[in-house]
């Protein structure tokens, strides 16, 4: 498992590669942004990201939050000295900690992305900081815009380029021009010329706005305990401050207008589009100005730019992207998440120079078939299509493992591959087998089956997917992709056959236990990987129903469920309903998953009483179960988006009582109960509108739920 992580001034993203998966973002309490913030308590231990920002509340002496900054100063004053790798060092240990959860193995290697200008005394501080997290395979350090470079690249085609980056995030500001050369030597990436501003960034404009809500208020007194607090409620008062003007800059690139609170004034302020560009304007024009000097003195001829790459947070203001057009002449290449593009791009091959491992492309044309007399259409075969008798060598032997019958079985399939046989298939003919021998077995999902030697080849049949209800949408980076309905998915050819065979390279062994973790690729150029089996309940319904991982590309995950063709939830009673189904509806491809593909162990992480969760929630907050709340919360988000409920916006979006309650719990996932420290939070929750807004929530998600029989 490959890791890239950019150690950010304000925020650390980090992306991995399992085998020949697309990158997926590693997610820090369900957000792919961690504050690069370390704290460190009266033991010496250092906390990171959230749990930081929350302990200097209390103690902000021991609290620093852009340990980047200080990657020359050596040691930095926490209550005690730490020295900076230290620092660094705790944020790397989170990253490679989460990543190990979520890859379920041991990090092979590792890109960390750094700034251009950075020397080799910063470097070394990074690579011991590295060190300290853990990473003992190589770890390769990459200049941050080399690594935008090659996301871009990767999107809009490798070639001869001369390609700008312009990085504005929360504290810093660097620009520097990457030339690619794909014909040169090893067909390498190299910075050309590269400039910075340490003290420019988005955090400058949130000053500005809050300087321009100060002289607008007036209320020197009340304005001097939000700048310099004393007192605990003073510093909570400044906190959500700041916090609003952030995000009303954030809604003024959508919106015209954005409405803020001035706490201890108890007033509100509207803040314009044009003013936010009257203020940011200043600052914009000197990163621009340092591009200018950038390209000037550039040591090397350029050529035309061939993109102008926008990196960062602060790089959505639209003004941004508007002076660089007149500035340039170039039109800035627009992301919708900028501050993911370096992490990205990290682990890219034309970074790492490993080979590329992409699944092979799913062949355009149905599989040619062997000739001889037709066959009857077997139980998986699509209705008059063709198919090769058992164990000929277009349908070699099924083999007896992860859901496959033993010799000579002619019962129902398992459709578990954990071993849980509570759910089953119709099976297919029975055919003489032997058992599989040697290495390759089990199989790798998402592997190609291959035929018996001299056989006409016969292309992977593709993995299941059922498209959504609707109108098609163009999805934003990192949101749901749905595709059209009106594109039919091709019906399989043959039956289901999997025939053992050496899997393909991975980065160490197989995590352990197996659970078909590679993605196996789409139609569409997607890949999905990871289908689960849930036990869902209702207060009308109760049964089982599939999950999977729809993986797009860079960051984009969509979780997929199966539906009916007016896009509602299929819910069926039991897995034998399940099995009976997939069985007469094989264009129904996410149903129709094989049994080594659907992931069912029997664990309550995929036990969802919705029911229960209402009856649970009206009991007093002490005795919540964090864990239980949290995942039954992170399914309804799921199916909101899939069912295209928008009508839960209010119940489930950001700062209502759902969402409260569950930025507190998450806090506490690892604790039986909700702690001392989340009560105390929880209590000044209203419960009451907190079971309304979920009994309001499942009833919709009722409403959307088919009857499958």
């Known amino acids: 498992m490959e890791l890239g992580v950019d150690l950010g001034t304000s925020s650390t993203v980090a992306f991995l590669r399992r085998g020949g998966a697309p990158p997926e973002p590693v997610l820090f309490d369900g957000a792919p942004l961690l504050p690069s913030a370390v704290y460190a308590d009266d033991n010496g231990e250092l906390l990171v990201g959230r749990d930081a920002v929350h302990a200097a509340r209390a103690r902000p002496e021991r609290f620093e939050g852009n340990p980047k900054r200080r990657i020359d100063d050596g040691t930095v004053l926490l209550g005690a000295e730490v020295r900076v790798e230290a620092l660094l060092g705790a944020l790397l240990r989170r990253v490679v900690t989460e990543a190990r959860r979520v890859g379920g193995t041991a990090v092979t290697g590792a890109t960390i992305c750094h700034p251009a200008a950075w020397g080799p005394g910063r470097r070394a501080t990074l690579l011991r900081a590295a060190a300290a997290a853990g990473l003992d395979g190589p770890v390769r350090l990459v200049p941050e815009p080399v690594a935008a470079a090659a996301f871009h690249l990767r999107r809009h085609g490798p070639g001869p380029a001369d390609l700008l980056v312009y990085d504005l995030g929360a504290g810093t500001f660097d620009v520097a021009v990457v030339r690619h050369a794909p014909d040169g030597v090893a067909g390498r990436m190299e910075v050309l010329c590269s400039a910075g501003l340490d003290e420019t960034g988005g955090q400058d404009v949130d000053a500005a706005v809050v300087d321009l809500l100060r002289r607008r208020s007036g209320a020197p007194e009340l304005w001097a305990r939000l700048d310099n607090p004393a007192t605990v409620a003073d510093r909570a008062a400044r906190r959500q401050l700041w916090d609003d003007v952030r995000n009303a800059k954030e809604m003024l690139s959508r919106t015209s207008s954005a409405l803020i609170y001035l706490p201890l004034l108890d007033t509100d ?147 578990s591959g954990g071993g849980d046989t509570a759910g089953t298939m119709p099976a297919p003919p029975p055919a003489p087998r032997t058992p599989p021998q040697g290495p390759g077995w089990p199989p790798v999902a998402g592997a190609p089956r291959q035929p018996a030697a001299g056989a006409p080849r016969q292309p992977a049949a593709g993995a299941p997917r059922q498209p959504a209800a609707g109108a098609p949408r163009q999805p934003a980076a990192g949101a749901p992709l749905r595709p059209p309905p009106q594109q039919p998915w091709p019906a399989p050819q043959q039956p289901w056959v999997h025939v053992p065979q050496q899997p393909p390279p991975w980065h160490g062994q197989p995590p352990a236990p197996w659970s078909g973790g590679r993605p196996v690729p789409q139609p569409d150029g997607t890949l999905l990987g990871n289908v689960e089996l849930l036990e869902l309940a209702t207060p009308r319904r109760r049964g089982v129903t599939l999950r999977g991982q729809l993986h797009g590309g860079y960051g984009v995950v969509e979780h997929v469920f199966p539906a009916d063709a007016d896009g509602r939830l299929l819910v069926f009673a039991d897995t034998l309903a399940l099995a009976r189904h997939a069985a007469r509806d094989t264009a129904d491809r996410l149903v129709a998953t094989p049994p080594w593909l659907v992931r069912n162990d029997g664990a309550d992480e995929r036990r969802f009483d919705l029911e229960l969760l209402v009856e649970h929630l009206s009991g007093p907050p002490q005795r919540w179960l964090p864990s239980f709340v949290c995942r039954c919360r992170d399914l309804c988000a799921q199916l909101v988006v899939f069912l295209d409920l928008d009508d839960a916006d209010d119940m489930l979006g950001e700062h209502s009582t759902i969402d409260q309650v569950d930025d507190v719990l998450r806090r506490h996932l690892d604790d039986a109960t909700a702690g001392r420290a989340a009560q105390r939070r929880l209590a000044r929750i209203d419960q009451a509108q907190l079971v309304e807004d979920w009994t309001d929530l499942i009833a919709l998600i009722d409403e959307h739920i088919a009857d499958a029989a």
Do not use: F, K
């Not at 959505?316 to 992207?321: D, F, K, S, T, Y």
């Not at 044309?365 to 699509?382: E, F, L, R, S, T």
């Open 269 to 415: 302020q509207i803040v314009t589009r044009e003013e936010l560009e009257q203020l940011a304007a200043p600052l914009i024009q000197r990163t621009v100005a340092a591009v200018a000097a950038a390209l000037a003195e550039c040591p090397v001829p350029l050529r035309p730019l061939g993109a102008v790459i926008l990196v960062g947070g602060a790089s959505r203001m639209p003004l941004v992207a508007t002076m660089l057009h007149r500035a340039l002449g170039v039109a800035p290449t627009i992301i919708d998440q900028p501050e993911l593009v370096v992490a990205a791009g990290s682990i890219d091959p034309m970074v790492t120079g490993l080979p590329s491992t992409a699944p092979p492309p799913v062949p355009a044309g149905p599989p040619p078939v062997p000739a001889g007399p037709p066959v009857p259409a077997g139980p998986y075969a699509a209705p008059g299509s063709p198919a090769a008798p058992p164990g000929s060598p277009a349908n070699p032997p099924m083999s007896p493992a992860y859901g496959q019958p033993p010799t000579g079985w002619t019962g129902p399939v398992p459709i």
